[in-house]
């Protein structure tokens, strides 16, 4: 069964640096790969997904991920920090076709001044 | 996109009660899924609500313990019964469009005292 895995369940960067959120998924190549975004006492909102149809995925509010198979990884990165992007992360696969997500454990990124 | 609605956003139960969650979507959707995070927590899919027929229920959850309805198709309730401290969790409510994406309310806060 796919699955994928959030290394590091805690990132904490400076504002203005570099930040890199790791997702690994377990085998075959999905059809689609998601990232998540909780920010404090909300429900998830949904920051890029990938589909195939490029391996380097464009986000909303500059984050972007790049899928590589040969390293099965989907890490999420965005070039400078800001202090409203302290938040949870989630990355996700589709269970089958059936529209169910599998989540990651989740990554809490935390942004200092 | 879809506009879901959650509601209560937020309560606090006494022990052996229940709570009954409402989703509602502006839109008519096929499928309804539903999530709990429990603290600190990444999310699990608990159902999966279909119009017409009886919820499916994932591994370790039980209809006694979580009934859902789904009377028409932009609307669902999940009910918590006879609730412990255990429960307490957020709860959301999420809708797929074609596998592709999928789309969450802003989630149910539940503390069991």
């Known amino acids: 069964a796919q699955s994928v895995t959030q290394l590091g369940s805690h990132v904490s960067v400076s504002e203005g640096a570099l930040v890199l959120l790791r997702c690994n998924y377990s085998s075959s190549v999905p059809p689609y790969l998601f990232w998540y975004v909780q920010y404090p006492n909300q429900g998830l909102q949904l920051l890029l997904k990938?589909?195939?149809?490029?391996?380097l995925v464009k986000g909303i509010n500059g984050f972007e991920a790049e899928f590589k198979k040969s390293e099965t990884s989907f890490h999420l990165t965005k070039p400078s920090a800001h202090m409203s992007d302290a938040a949870e992360y989630f990355c996700?696969?589709?269970?089958?076709?059936?529209?169910?997500?599998?989540f990651g454990q989740g990554t809490t990124l935390q942004v200092k001044p | 996109s879809a506009v879901i609605s959650q509601k209560p956003s937020r309560d606090i139960c006494q022990r052996g009660t229940s709570l009954t969650i409402q989703c509602q979507v502006d839109s008519q959707v096929t499928m309804m899924f539903w999530y709990r995070q429990q603290p600190g927590q990444s999310l699990t899919l608990i159902a999966t609500a279909n119009q017409g027929s009886e919820a499916t229920y994932e591994s370790g959850f039980v209809i006694d313990k979580f009934p859902i309805s789904r009377p028409n198709l932009t609307f669902s309730t999940l009910t918590v019964s006879n609730m412990s401290p255990e429960d307490s969790s957020i709860y959301l409510c999420?809708?797929?469009?074609?596998?592709?994406?999928?789309?969450f309310g802003q989630g149910t806060r539940l503390t069991v005292v």
């Open positions: 996700a696969v589709p269970s089958g076709n059936t529209g169910k997500l599998i």
């Open positions: 990938y589909t195939s149809a490029a391996t």
């Open positions: 999420s809708v797929d469009r074609g596998h592709t994406e999928a789309f």
